[in-house]
Structures are given as structure tokens and as C-alpha cells.
């Protein structure tokens, strides 16, 4: 159950998915709602990328992360709200708080784009086992030192969440109050960080340390304990939504 | 031939002026079991770093003499070839699971795609050390649902899948509870007894005593001996080093039991209660 990775195994279709066709997707939907920045297209993509979540079986995962980066959206919604430059047209106030109909405008299409990198982002780490996505990626040859940097970061918030329950349960016998009222809790909390995060550093040094021994920079050819996935209609996705793109230009172009 | 030669090994880490390692020399036979005591900060995992190469590949700083493990030179050979030769299995557990894979069958398979096994000898390999450590039973968990003492003989399988000549354990079982302690023990007990090469750091005493052929003391990065456990364990100066002998050791020096001819201290409580029969 908790284990080091962000990765949900389920049953899915998504799940069967190619991992750089997933990476591919997250770059063509970010890409299309700076090709095609009305509200209406950029709702279409956040539709699909709602609905490939759902397909995917992982909605309910990606919710805490969307709900941790409703906090940014919320600031960017006043910030562009009320103080955006060609703020002219009155839409509503509330008490002294005047909404301006341009900055609202702006405010939406940022919300709706953080939006959809956030879930197709989700989408892809929900969905992709770390090792498949690392191996896939190095047999497109990408350079094993890369792969070292993204298993330390896709490691580092587990790795802290674990650090976490450790110090606090090291805390706790020896006394200290953890548990209880807000107050309780930020107090065990903040000679928390201090440690955690040394410890933290201290962990990726010594798992890059285990990955030299295990000798994952070594130039010789790879193996792979696993076969090679198929990917069914792999080329087909990966056409469509690279066809799908081109045709948000061309309908932007032309348009 | 010595597996491990080092010969005047001098290292002092980057932007530091003491010398960690400070003028080593010593060789390792094959078959052999050297245990390496001393008190923190000795210089151990320093020079377990230097045995394994990531002294000087990894941490760069100032190295004087010459490391040889299995004729290699380590200096002038990258670290992926000496881990072929020579393993390195360290204190924490969890940070030695890669996190490159979601099974403990895939985490042992990791060291072997990395040098490039064909994938036809995989399997038995892997089998055989999954079988070896006892943790067969959990190769399909995720390594990061096992207990520290799993975690701790799956990392050893990893490492000893990948066949190399020697084996280097720094500290293996101080992070482990006692049941978890006693199972990687008793797996370095068989390891000894299949004439494997070891090296072994270790604070307990009794293990140092049970298990190696030959004692390095390390004081302030000094080779200050190197002999038997027995000779090692009575020398009257050792708590200057920040050692304690084994405590069958220390009661046969109160009792003086010892051993006749050499006048040392038994180190074992077998020795200790054959020669207090004697007596
Ligand atoms: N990465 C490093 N950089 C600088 N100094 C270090 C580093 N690692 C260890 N040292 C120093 O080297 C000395 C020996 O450390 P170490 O080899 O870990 O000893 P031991 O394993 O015997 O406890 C200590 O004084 C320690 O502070
Ligand atoms: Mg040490």
C-alpha cells in the first residue's frame, strides 16, 4: 500500500498505454491550449483529460493533486480578476471588490490551462510504472544520468512522506505530542522539516551511491529482464494526436 | 594471488585537509573473511568506498597508492566494471531499493540488465539468489513493502546476483531489528562457509570474532593492526581505539583463561569453554 511511488496499479486501457504516447499526449494538450486559447477548446481538452482519468480508473487519485494546485489556480483567479491591465468592462462587485469581465476572461483560460496540465500530468504518473517509463525512455536512448534524476525525483516525495512517519513515530516515544489540535500538530511539525529534508538528501545520495553499484551508468548494452511490451495501435494513437495538433494549427491559421 | 591488494592507499576528501585513509597497505586472499573494526569516523566506509571505486570515481578529493580487486587497477577502470568484480551492501536498507523497479524479482534483475546479461540466464540467476537470501517467497512485493531485514538480504541478492568476487558489507545490521540482524547473519554465516571473499564492518564484536579470519583495526584513518581476532582482541590498548572486545573476551582476561602456548584470550565462548576445561 505505501509504497514509493506515485504509480496506481489498476486494470486499464490507459494503463496499456505506450508511456511516450502518454508523454506525448501531456505535451500535445498543454501545447493546444496555447494554440487554441478560447475557453471552449481549452474546456474540450480538460474534458478528454477528465474522461482518460476515469478511463484510466485513477480520477480519484488525481483529485488531491488537482485540489493542491486549486491553491495556485485560486491565487492566479484574484490576481487576474482584479488587477488584469485592460480590466474595463464591470461584470459584478462584491461589496468593495469590483470583477472586471477581461481579467476574469484571462483568469479563466490560465485556470483551465493549469488544469489541464495538472491532470495530464496526473494522467501520466498514475498510470505509468516508474521502471516502464524509465526503460521505455532508455531504449529511445535516452542517457542513463538523465534516468538517475528522474527516479531520484519521482522518489523524493514518498521518500519524505516515509521519513515523516518515521521522525514522528521516533517523537512520539520519546513523549512528544503529535497528535491533537491544529496547534499540536504544527508545533511537532515544524522541527520536523529541518531533518526530514537532511535526511532526505542524505537518502538520494546514498540510493545514487546503490544505483553506481548496481552499475546502472555502465556504457555496456542494456538487457532487459522483460520482453519488449507490445503496444497495440501504438503508431495509430500517437498519429492521431499528433494529426490533432496540426489540425489546431491549421484551424488557428486559417481559422 | 590476493583478490584485494592496497598498497600505501592515502584519500582525503574533496575540500577537507585530514587525511580520511591515511598510508593502508594490506591484501585480502580469496576465500578470505577480513573483518575492519574501529570506532566512528575511523575511516571504514571510506575505505570500503575505496575498495568498490566510488573512491575516487564518485568522491572525487585527493588519492595517493593503489587499489588492485581481481587485477584490476581501481583507479584507472570505471565503477561499472569493478562492481562486477567486487559488491558493496551498506547500513540503510531502503535507500539501497532503487526504486527502478516494482517487484524484488525485478530489483535483483536491475544489476544484471545494467551489465548487459543475456535475458536467457536471467532467470536462474536470479532465482538462485532470490532462493540463497530466503526471499524467494516475497519476489513478487514491492521492495518497499518489505521489512528492514528483507529489504537488507534483497539488497545483498542484487548484489551478489551480479557475481562478483568479493563481498563488501559496512555495517549490514546496524539499522536492523534483532530478528533481522540474526536472518542476514546467518546468510553471511553460509557465505563464509561457501568460501565466498568477504569483507566485513561491523560494531558487534561477537560477529567479528564468529565470522572473520583476519581483523583490520582502523584508528583515525591509521592502520594501526591487522591479524588474527584473537590477537587483535587481547591487545590491553584497544579501548584506546574505541573498541571493546567480545565479552567472552573480556571475562576470559578477568579469569585469565587463555589460550597456553600463545598466552591469548579466547574470542569465542566455544574456544572460551574449551579452554576453561583445559584449565
Ligand atoms: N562525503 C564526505 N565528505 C567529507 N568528509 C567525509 C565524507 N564522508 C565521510 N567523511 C569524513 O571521513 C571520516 C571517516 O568517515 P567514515 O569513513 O564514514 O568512518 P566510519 O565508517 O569508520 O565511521 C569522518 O571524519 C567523516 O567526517
Ligand atoms: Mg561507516
Redesign the pocket.
Known amino acids: 500500500m505505501n509504497t514509493m511511488t506515485l504509480y496506481v496499479e489498476r486494470n486499464s486501457p490507459i494503463h496499456r498505454l505506450d508511456p511516450l504516447v502518454k508523454l506525448l499526449y501531456v505535451a500535445a494538450s498543454i501545447l493546444l491550449t496555447y494554440i487554441l486559447p478560447e475557453p471552449l477548446y481549452i474546456g474540450g481538452i480538460l474534458f478528454v483529460t477528465f474522461l482518460l482519468l476515469i478511463i484510466g480508473k485513477v480520477f480519484r487519485n488525481s483529485l488531491p493533486i488537482v485540489t493542491l494546485s486549486m491553491f495556485l489556480i485560486f491565487s492566479l483567479v484574484i490576481v487576474q480578476g482584479f488587477f488584469h491591465p485592460d480590466n474595463v468592462t464591470e461584470l459584478f462587485a462584491i461589496g468593495p471588490l469590483v470583477f472586471y469581465e477581461e481579467g476574469l476572461y484571462v483568469a479563466l483560460v490560465l485556470v483551465m490551462r493549469v488544469l489541464v496540465m495538472v491532470g495530464a500530468f496526473s494522467l501520466l504518473i498514475l498510470t505509468t510504472a516508474t521502471d516502464e517509463m524509465v526503460e521505455r525512455l532508455i531504449k529511445k536512448g535516452m542517457s542513463p544520468k538523465i534516468g538517475h534524476v528522474i527516479l531520484s525525483v519521482l522518489q523524493l516525495i514518498p521518500q519524505m512522506r516515509a521519513t515523516m512517519v518515521k521522525i514522528t513515530d521516533a517523537q512520539r516515544s520519546r513523549g512528544v505530542e503529535t497528535e491533537g489540535d491544529l496547534l499540536t500538530r504544527v508545533k511537532a511539525f515544524f522541527p520536523l522539516i529541518g531533518p526530514v529534508v537532511l535526511n532526505s538528501l542524505n537518502e538520494t545520495k546514498e540510493r545514487s551511491i546503490a544505483l553506481e553499484m548496481r552499475g546502472f551508468d555502465s556504457p555496456m548494452k542494456k538487457t532487459f529482464l522483460n520482453e519488449a511490451k507490445q503496444y497495440p495501435h501504438n503508431k495509430l494513437i500517437a498519429g492521431l494526436i499528433t494529426g490533432i495538433v496540426i489540425l489546431g494549427i491549421v484551424w488557428r491559421v486559417f481559422g | 594471488m590476493s583478490v584485494i591488494e592496497v598498497e600505501n592507499l592515502k584519500y582525503r ?1 574533496p575540500d ?1 585537509t585530514t587525511l ?1 585513509l591515511d598510508d593502508l597497505s594490506f591484501s585480502v586472499e580469496k576465500g578470505e573473511c577480513l573483518g575492519i573494526v ?1 570506532e ?7 575505505l570500503c568506498y575505496a575498495l568498490a571505486g566510488l573512491v575516487p570515481h564518485f ?1 572525487k578529493g585527493a588519492y595517493g597508492g593503489k587499489v588492485t580487486v581481481n587485477g584490476l587497477v581501481v583507479r584507472e577502470h570505471e565503477i561499472a566494471t569493478i562492481v562486477e568484480n567486487i559488491g558493496l551492501v551498506f547500513e540503510n536498507p531502503f535507500s539501497q531499493m532503487t526504486g527502478a523497479k516494482q517487484t524484488v524479482y525485478g530489483e535483483v534483475a536491475f544489476g544484471l540488465e545494467n551489465m548487459g546479461l543475456p535475458r536467457k540466464n536471467m532467470h536462474t540467476r536470479i532465482e538462485k539468489y532470490l532462493k540463497l537470501l530466503d526471499v524467494y517467497s516475497v519476489k513478487d512485493k514491492n521492495p518497499f513493502d518489505l521489512s528492514g531485514g528483507q529489504m537488507q538480504r534483497v539488497a545483498i541478492a542484487s548484489v551478489l546476483a551480479m557475481e562478483p568476487e568479493v563481498l563488501i558489507l559496512d555495517e549490514p545490521t546496524s539499522q536492523l531489528d534483532p530478528q533481522g540482524s540474526k536472518d542476514v547473519f546467518k546468510v553471511i554465516e553460509q557465505l563464509t562457509g561457501k568460501g565466498m571473499t568477504i569483507i566485513l564492518v561491523e560494531h558487534k564484536m561477537e560477529q567479528i570474532a564468529q565470522y572473520a579470519d583476519r581483523v583490520l583495526l582502523l584508528h583515525e584513518g591509521k592502520q594501526i593492526d591487522l591479524d588474527t581476532p584473537e590477537k587483535i582482541f587481547s591487545r590491553l590498548d584497544l579501548k584506546e581505539f574505541g573498541v571493546r572486545p567480545p565479552v567472552v573476551t573480556s571475562i576470559a582476561q578477568a579469569l585469565t583463561i587463555r589460550y597456553p602456548d600463545t598466552q591469548l584470550y579466547p574470542v569465542t565462548i566455544q574456544e572460551f569453554k574449551r579452554l576453561e576445561e583445559m584449565k
Do not use: E, Q
Open positions: 576528501y577537507t580520511v574501529g566512528n569516523t575511523a575511516g571504514k566506509s571510506t568522491y
